[in-house]
């Protein structure tokens, strides 16, 4: 990566992972001009995992998951940061099923589900009765 003040090319000088948002954190120093930058590298979902549909793999949308996850959520008033932080937590569990980075809606919409179960009852109902193949 490029020095975001002089252009010369840093070194990492610190990296951490941070499994609760699947990011990298990383201090990186220039060694040209000593300045010090702090960056936070995350996948690119959309690269790196494909859905199934009709035959054909297409990119994961987490923003639709999102949607979804916010429409069952909505009683709560933390909606959004909760179900950012669900959306965070479906991503992992996906990311550690056998079948990555192809999956099929419906392992998508059962480890969502799954994951609701657990977090709060009367969303979990919600989004059963959006996704009524899971019953």
Known sequence: MVCIYCGSETK?????????????????QCPHCQSVVTTHEQIELQSALSVEKNGRPEPFMPGLLLNELVSALSHRKDV??????????????????????????????????????????????HYLADHPSLQ
């Not at 990492?12 to 990186?28: D, G, I, P, Y």
């Not at 940061?81 to 099929?104: D, H, I, T, W, Y």
């Open 12 to 28: 990492v000088v610190n990296s951490r992972l941070q499994k609760r948002n699947n990011q990298v954190w990383r201090r990186r």
């Open 80 to 125: 959004h940061m909760a179900s950012e932080e669900l959306l965070g937590a479906v991503v992992r569990k996906l990311l550690a099923l056998p079948q990555k980075p192809l999956f099929q809606p419906f392992d998508i919409s059962k480890t969502t589900a799954a994951i609701l179960k657990r977090f709060d009852r009367r969303a979990y109902l």
